[in-house]
């Protein structure tokens, strides 16, 4: 029987290497021989990966806020 920890790390293994591959195939998207973009479009781009990524990392992080009045 797989505890929490063990399928945590199955799970977020898998979904790891899965968005590397997607990430992979968009850099095949740089070949300026086959695609026509701009800088202001791959700037977009990657400008949302980031911000997607920092709002995903954040719920990994424990962040205790105090209140005082």
Do not use: P
């Amino acid at each position: 029987m797989e505890n929490r920890s063990e399928r945590f790390k199955r799970i977020a293994t898998k979904r790891t290497v899965d968005i590397i591959d997607k990430i992979r195939i968009l850099g095949n998207t740089s070949n300026k021989s086959t695609y026509e973009y701009t800088e202001a479009d791959v700037a977009k781009i990657f400008k949302t990966i980031e911000s997607e990524l920092k709002k995903q990392k954040s719920k990994f992080t424990t962040k205790k806020t105090e209140f005082s009045l």
